[in-house]
């Protein structure tokens, strides 16, 4: 597949024929905005493929944390505090809020 690169303002003003081009030759456009990559427009086959492998991926993985899961449970209160166990606790000072009055 082939890849161009655009700045902002081509792709404003050819749109159309961009999307044409994507489609017909099989093309990815990547936008560039200051010579910097910010979006790219591939063909909807690629994108459709993308999010099919994405699914995979993510279904692979949580067959993979299920299968590791050990089925041990804890309770976030007692997690909390082996955490913070060390952790010395510092007195909770207020700040006055002061409001600055508007001249009329």
Known sequence: MEKRE??????REKLADIIEDVK??????IIEKYNKPQAAIVP??????????????????????IKKDTGIRYNWE???????EDVPAKPFRRTKK?????KR
């Open 78 to 84: 007692d997690v909390k505090k082996e955490l913070f």
């Open 44 to 65: 909807y086959s690629e994108y459709e493929a993308f999010e099919e492998w994405e699914i995979t991926k993510e279904s692979e993985l949580m067959k993979n944390l």
């Open 24 to 29: 017909m030759k099989n093309e990815s456009i």
């Open 6 to 11: 655009l700045n902002m303002s081509e792709v």
């Open 98 to 102: 002061i409001s600055k009055k508007t």
